[in-house]
């Protein structure tokens, strides 16, 4: 391991340094004084306490350093195959760091062998368990951090047994590059067998035979395309009966009656009632000249009925269609308006000729139809 390396290198270079400082006093140089001094380098001079602990575990810790205290946890029973966790609480100084380049006990080949040779493995540094080494926490002038080791226990024979987790090492890194390794204590758990809750347990028969399916692609392709059609056409189905009674716009209304038709059938309805023959000579009056009001006002877009007779000849002055007829239009209206207003009665050949005026008028008034194109015959 990187820390047994380190701690070796310092095991070499102390060594060093002690046999130079004992051959400079063996050789007498200096006076007393001189070998005092060579003494106190002797004893200041970094020296490792190495002491092998056990076959997992060599514990080394500077002369000049203060060995961290460990506070282990440990569950004396369980059953093998089945994870057990020692935790370790590591107090040491501000300025140290507990296992700094991680939990890399799996790395080492002779760390596995010994500890599979006490009937224990490491879990997996990438299985769902492993071991972790928790953020430090300060505690006044020094700093705590939580190890915690995996551990399964495997005991090569069956039942309950007996077994003697041996240490483990702890690194503890310091600023100046210095490594302190500390190792826990030995432990002694009982280790159950999986099937010790079962007294003379007896061999079982194989179980019966479970069938086994296996996933039909093809059938499965096919229940969801149904499944999708059945939601396209229930889809389909509340779209077109939404679609169905969405509102409606309403129709176009037709386009309005030519003024000329309307009026050319109300003179027509007037002749078919034979006012004439029942002497109703005011009513007929009254009502062909209505009707010729009304037409002009449709006509040149004014109310003929609600404007008098001189508001409409000043309208149609400014009409150059009707200025050629405003003689006959104005002799027309003034007679209107003496028979209505003067209260006199025309006779039946003035109504007669009121008739025809209006006729001629609507006839005057309306737009000449546009000649229709020639058809060409082939012979």
Same mark, same amino acid.
């Given at each position: 391991m990187k820390s047994r390396s380190v701690a070796l290198t310092w095991c070499v270079l102390s060594s060093a340094g002690a046999a130079w400082a004992g051959a400079k006093v063996d050789a007498g140089i200096g006076d007393a004084g001189t070998q005092k001094d060579a003494a106190a380098a002797k004893d200041a001079a970094l020296v490792l306490d190495a002491r092998e602990t056990s076959a997992t575990c060599t514990e080394l810790v500077p002369a000049d350093s203060v060995r961290p205290t460990l506070s282990e946890t440990f569950s004396m029973g369980g059953v093998a195959g089945y994870e057990w966790r020692l935790s370790v609480d590591v107090s040491h100084g501000l300025g140290e760091t507990v296992m700094p380049d991680g939990l890399r006990l799996q790395d080492d080949a002779r760390f596995v062998k010994a500890l599979k040779d006490e009937g224990f493995a490491l879990a997996s540094r990438d299985g769902l368990s492993p071991s972790v080494v928790a953020a430090p926490m300060a505690q006044g002038d020094h700093k705590m951090t939580r190890v915690e080791f995996a551990l399964v226990p495997l005991p090569e024979k069956a @039942? !309950?047994?007996? /077994? $003697? /987790?041996?240490? /483990?090492?702890? #690194? #503890?890194? $310091? *600023?100046? @590059? *210095?490594?302190?390794?500390?190792?826990?204590?030995?432990?002694?758990?009982?280790?159950?067998?999986?099937?010790?809750?079962?007294?003379?347990a007896l061999p079982r028969t194989n179980p019966p035979p479970r069938q086994q399916r296996e996933p039909w692609l093809f059938a499965r392709i096919v229940a969801w395309t149904l499944v999708a059609a059945a939601g396209s056409f229930v889809a389909g189905f509340l779209a077109r009966a939404w679609w169905r009674r969405r509102p409606k716009p309403a129709p176009p209304a037709p386009p309005p009656r030519p003024a000329w038709e309307i009026a050319r059938e109300k003179l027509r309805l007037?002749?078919?009632? !034979? /006012?004439?023959?029942?002497?109703?000579?005011?009513?007929?009056?009254? !009502?062909?000249?209505? #009707?010729? !009001?009304?037409?002009? @006002?449709?006509?040149? @877009?004014?109310?003929?009925?609600?404007?008098?007779?001189?508001?409409?000849? *000043?309208?149609?002055?400014? $009409?150059v269609e009707a200025v050629p007829h405003l003689s006959a239009l104005r002799t027309f209206l003034d007679e209107a308006d003496l028979i209505k207003f003067a209260k006199m009665t025309p006779t039946k050949e003035v109504c007669e000729r009121v008739l025809l005026d209006a006729h001629r008028f609507v006839k005057t008034f309306s737009p000449e139809p546009a000649p229709s194109a020639p058809v060409e015959v082939r012979k």
């Open positions: @039942g !309950r047994q007996s /077994l $003697r /987790l041996p240490a /483990l090492p702890i #690194v #503890v890194g $310091r *600023a100046s @590059g *210095a490594q302190t390794i500390v190792c826990t204590q030995t432990h002694s758990m009982v280790v159950e067998d999986p099937i010790a809750n079962l007294p003379d007037i002749e078919a009632e !034979r /006012l004439l023959e029942a002497g109703k000579f005011v009513n007929h009056h009254d !009502r062909v000249t209505d #009707v010729i !009001r009304e037409f002009l @006002g449709s006509r040149f @877009g004014f109310d003929g009925l609600e404007c008098t007779s001189a508001e409409m000849l *000043a309208v149609l002055k400014r $009409r």
